[in-house]
């Protein structure tokens, strides 16, 4: 058969190195793809939200399937249009991925089906907003309602940050239209933890865990970034809040998106906080997560096109998904300067030797007739999977080291807080 994948990133090179594994897959389309993926997949230099060429593509090139990996395709409609094509896929309709693509949307489905979140207001009005941070307590939250790249959330410790937070998003409209409303949210405080779930609308299929490091610098300092490594499992997520959490929050979200007639197919993330007073919900993503699908998915048993084809059939109730014991860790290679300014055309060496439980996804890298040279800012993703943690952590490490481009930095302190858990 042949399948189509929408992105062009880390996320989209792990997910098809995944569809990779089931013989029955003749061929892999990646839109736009980028030059690492052009391994594993034919890439075609079409946008992920070029929508008309998408579908043009699809339609001229017999796709039995289609993964819709990125946010702002869906947010936009590509599964609806290559539905109305006949073509199955994998993701959210455009009125399901709403719960990622308006923060107001999926805070107001919290509040109205009692789905525990910190308490917050809506402005779409510059002067409201600002006249009620004079009275709040800090720190506290301000959100961009729209699709932000990931930087959309700012976290401000005082009165000062706040203002300029609320004049950044609406007025100079640093993220565009993503910033017309915003949302001011109670700060909460616990550790972080990323659920991925399957889920065919009615059946949901928690993933395996895992553990962000958004900011650039090591000790969690510096600005925000897509995410510059992930663990799996996040040793926090206990089997005991994993219940609290299905009985609270996933089952109740996959309820209250059918009640309000747009019921989520595809991969639903969960941003969680584990707060002292339970676990809440920080965010919605109406897709896999990046770099978290880079650690999660090595951990899959279970085919993943057989899972996807399930939940697009609404028959994931009859598929029993199954991981490894093990874990997984992704250090993530960025360029200098990421995530504000940063140079591109660096060329990548990337030893041919790094051992077999090592994966090199590639997310901001193009091909030149010289070889593959950077071409983003989160350019690579070394993800190392082991009996333990800490092994994985070490090997994924020693591989990152060994690959070589100009200005190339990493954190050097992924999983740490992960490995004082486990090893106390």
């Known amino acids: 058969m042949n399948v189509l994948v929408v992105g062009g990133g880390g996320r989209e090179h792990a997910i098809?190195?995944?569809?990779?594994?089931?013989?029955?897959?003749?061929l892999i389309f990646c839109l736009p793809g980028n030059g690492g993926i052009a391994e594993d997949a034919d890439c075609v230099a079409i946008g992920a939200k070029e929508l008309d060429g998408i579908v043009d593509f699809a339609g001229a090139h017999d796709i039995d399937f289609a993964v819709v990996a990125q946010d702002d395709p869906l947010a936009l409609g590509?599964?609806?249009?290559?539905?109305?094509?006949?073509?199955?896929?994998?993701?959210?309709?455009?009125?399901?991925?709403?719960?990622?693509?308006?923060?107001?949307?999926?805070?107001?489905?919290?509040?109205?089906?009692?789905?525990?979140?910190?308490?917050?207001?809506?402005?779409?009005?510059?002067?409201?907003?600002?006249?009620?941070?004079?009275g709040a307590k800090y720190p506290i939250v301000v959100k961009a309602d729209g699709l932000a790249l990931g930087k959309g959330v700012l976290i401000c410790q005082d009165l000062e940050a706040a203002r300029a937070a609320v004049a950044e998003i609406m007025e100079k409209r640093a993220f565009g239209d993503a910033g017309?409303?915003?949302?001011?949210?109670?700060?909460?405080?616990?550790?972080?933890?990323?659920?991925?779930?399957?889920?065919?609308?009615?059946?949901?299929?928690?993933?395996?865990?895992?553990?962000?490091?958004?900011?650039?610098?090591?000790g969690d300092t510096g600005l925000n970034t897509g995410g510059m490594g992930t663990v799996a499992p996040n040793p926090y997520y206990t089997e005991a809040i994993?219940?609290?959490c299905m009985e609270r929050i996933f089952l109740?979200?996959?309820?209250?998106?059918?009640?309000?007639?747009?019921?989520?197919?595809?991969?639903?993330?969960?941003?969680?906080?584990?707060?002292?007073?339970?676990?809440?919900?920080?965010?919605?993503?109406?897709?896999?997560?990046?770099?978290?699908?880079?650690v999660v998915l090595p951990l899959l048993k279970t085919d993943l096109?057989?899972?996807?084809?399930?939940?697009?059939?609404?028959?994931?109730?009859?598929v029993q998904v199954e991981w490894s014991d093990g874990a997984a860790a992704c250090v993530i290679l960025a360029s200098g300067g990421y995530p504000v300014q940063y140079e591109k055309g660096k060329p990548i060496a990337?030893?041919?030797?790094?051992?077999?439980?090592?994966?090199?996804?590639?997310?901001?890298?193009?091909?030149?007739?010289?070889?593959?040279?950077?071409?983003?800012?989160?350019?690579?993703?070394?993800?190392?999977?082991a009996d333990t943690l800490r092994q994985a952590l070490d090997d994924a490490y020693a591989a990152a080291r060994r690959i070589r481009f100009e200005g190339a930095f990493m954190r050097s302190d992924i999983g740490r807080r992960a490995l004082a858990v486990l090893e106390g």
């Open 242 to 244: 994993a219940q609290t």
């Open 16 to 26: 098809i190195k995944k569809l990779r594994e089931n013989d029955a897959v003749r």
């Open 180 to 218: 017309s409303r915003v949302v001011i949210e109670r700060f909460l405080t616990g550790p972080e933890v990323s659920v991925l779930a399957f889920t065919d609308g009615k059946t949901i299929r928690p993933m395996v865990s895992s553990m962000d490091h958004k900011r650039a610098g090591d």
């Open 252 to 294: 109740p979200t996959i309820r209250a998106m059918q009640a309000e007639g747009c019921p989520f197919k595809g991969c639903l993330y969960f941003g969680l906080m584990l707060t002292p007073e339970g676990p809440m919900v920080i965010e919605y993503n109406c897709r896999f997560g990046d770099p978290e699908t880079q």
């Open 350 to 385: 990337i030893p041919d030797d790094l051992p077999t439980n090592v994966t090199v996804y590639h997310a901001g890298d193009k091909l030149l007739p010289g070889g593959l040279v950077t071409s983003g800012g989160r350019v690579l993703g070394v993800t190392a999977t």
């Open 305 to 318: 096109l057989t899972i996807m084809q399930a939940v697009e059939n609404e028959t994931l109730d009859r």
């Open 78 to 134: 590509c599964v609806d249009r290559l539905h109305a094509l006949g073509i199955p896929c994998f993701g959210p309709d455009a009125k399901a991925a709403r719960i990622e693509s308006s923060k107001v949307f999926a805070k107001n489905l919290m509040k109205k089906y009692g789905i525990p979140t910190a308490d917050y207001e809506v402005f779409d009005d510059p002067a409201a907003a600002l006249a009620y941070l004079e």
